[in-house]
Protein backbone atom coordinates (compact mmCIF):
# COMPACT_ATOMS: atom_id res chain seq x y z
CA UNK A 1 0.00 0.00 0.00
CA UNK A 2 0.89 3.55 -0.80
CA UNK A 3 -0.27 6.86 0.30
CA UNK A 4 0.32 10.25 -1.27
CA UNK A 5 -0.28 13.69 0.15
CA UNK A 6 0.05 16.67 -2.53
CA UNK A 7 0.27 20.05 -1.22
CA UNK A 8 1.74 23.72 -2.28
CA UNK A 9 -1.43 24.57 -4.80
CA UNK A 10 -2.47 28.16 -4.08
CA UNK A 11 -3.28 31.18 -6.26
CA UNK A 12 -1.19 32.89 -8.24
CA UNK A 13 -0.61 35.42 -11.29
CA UNK A 14 -0.04 34.88 -14.58
CA UNK A 15 3.91 34.55 -15.22
CA UNK A 16 4.35 33.04 -11.64
CA UNK A 17 6.00 30.12 -10.25
CA UNK A 18 4.55 27.36 -7.81
CA UNK A 19 6.23 23.97 -6.41
CA UNK A 20 3.60 21.17 -5.74
CA UNK A 21 4.74 18.72 -3.97
CA UNK A 22 3.91 14.78 -3.30
CA UNK A 23 4.93 12.89 -0.22
CA UNK A 24 4.84 9.31 -0.61
CA UNK A 25 4.13 6.94 2.32
CA UNK A 26 3.80 3.13 2.97
CA UNK A 27 5.49 0.68 0.76
CA UNK A 28 7.42 3.33 -0.83
CA UNK A 29 10.43 1.29 -2.50
CA UNK A 30 7.62 -0.56 -4.33
CA UNK A 31 6.94 2.48 -6.43
CA UNK A 32 8.43 2.69 -10.20
CA UNK A 33 6.40 5.85 -12.12
CA UNK A 34 5.14 8.89 -10.74
CA UNK A 35 3.32 11.50 -12.15
CA UNK A 36 1.17 14.54 -11.90
CA UNK A 37 -1.99 14.98 -13.64
CA UNK A 38 -4.15 18.02 -13.61
CA UNK A 39 -8.10 17.67 -14.38
CA UNK A 40 -10.99 20.85 -14.27
CA UNK A 41 -14.50 20.33 -13.83
CA UNK A 42 -15.87 18.29 -16.56
CA UNK A 43 -12.54 17.10 -18.38
CA UNK A 44 -10.97 14.51 -18.32
CA UNK A 45 -7.71 14.22 -16.77
CA UNK A 46 -4.60 15.13 -18.26
CA UNK A 47 -0.83 13.75 -18.00
CA UNK A 48 1.04 16.80 -17.35
CA UNK A 49 4.34 15.19 -16.17
CA UNK A 50 5.72 11.68 -15.18
CA UNK A 51 8.96 10.35 -14.19
CA UNK A 52 10.04 6.70 -13.76
CA UNK A 53 12.65 4.72 -11.85
CA UNK A 54 15.50 5.44 -13.35
CA UNK A 55 14.68 9.57 -13.47
CA UNK A 56 13.92 9.58 -16.98
CA UNK A 57 11.08 12.22 -17.32
CA UNK A 58 8.12 12.63 -20.01
CA UNK A 59 6.11 16.02 -20.21
CA UNK A 60 2.91 16.98 -21.92
CA UNK A 61 3.68 19.44 -24.55
CA UNK A 62 1.32 22.26 -23.13
CA UNK A 63 4.09 22.36 -19.96
CA UNK A 64 6.90 21.48 -21.64
CA UNK A 65 10.17 23.95 -20.95
CA UNK A 66 8.09 25.47 -18.11
CA UNK A 67 7.30 22.63 -16.16
CA UNK A 68 10.10 19.99 -14.17
CA UNK A 69 9.11 17.22 -12.35
CA UNK A 70 11.91 15.57 -10.00
CA UNK A 71 12.37 13.56 -6.88
CA UNK A 72 13.81 12.94 -3.78
CA UNK A 73 13.95 9.23 -2.94
CA UNK A 74 15.26 10.07 0.32
CA UNK A 75 12.41 11.58 1.39
CA UNK A 76 10.37 10.17 -0.36
CA UNK A 77 9.05 12.98 -2.20
CA UNK A 78 8.17 14.33 -6.02
CA UNK A 79 8.14 17.69 -6.83
CA UNK A 80 6.73 19.84 -9.77
CA UNK A 81 8.18 23.17 -10.69
CA UNK A 82 6.06 25.25 -12.39
CA UNK A 83 7.11 28.44 -13.85
CA UNK A 84 5.74 30.58 -16.37
CA UNK A 85 2.16 29.81 -15.35
CA UNK A 86 -0.51 30.73 -17.74
CA UNK A 87 -4.47 30.72 -16.67
CA UNK A 88 -4.98 27.78 -18.79
CA UNK A 89 -2.85 25.92 -15.96
CA UNK A 90 -6.10 26.88 -13.70
CA UNK A 91 -6.73 23.22 -12.51
CA UNK A 92 -6.69 20.46 -9.69
CA UNK A 93 -3.13 18.64 -9.44
CA UNK A 94 -2.87 15.39 -8.69
CA UNK A 95 -0.36 13.22 -7.44
CA UNK A 96 -0.04 9.68 -9.13
CA UNK A 97 2.50 6.90 -8.11
CA UNK A 98 2.34 3.45 -9.43
CA UNK A 99 3.52 0.58 -7.38
CA UNK A 100 3.22 -3.35 -8.93
CA UNK A 101 0.66 -2.37 -11.59
CA UNK A 102 -1.93 -0.94 -9.08
CA UNK A 103 -1.89 3.33 -9.02
CA UNK A 104 -2.38 5.38 -6.09
CA UNK A 105 -3.37 8.91 -5.96
CA UNK A 106 -2.72 11.98 -3.60
CA UNK A 107 -6.19 14.40 -2.55
CA UNK A 108 -5.64 17.04 -5.14
CA UNK A 109 -4.56 20.68 -4.65
CA UNK A 110 -5.57 23.15 -6.53
CA UNK A 111 -3.52 25.77 -8.77
CA UNK A 112 -5.50 29.00 -9.66
CA UNK A 113 -3.68 31.03 -12.19
CA UNK A 114 -5.13 34.41 -12.62
CA UNK A 115 -4.77 37.10 -15.83
Known amino acids: QVHLVDSGGGLVQAGGSLRLSCAAS????????MGWYRQAPGKPRELVAI???????NYADSVEGRFTISRDNARHTVYLQMNGLKPEDTDVYSC?????????WGQGTKVNVSS
Open 26 to 33: GDTSSIST
Open 96 to 104: NGRSYGADY
Open 51 to 57: IISDNTT
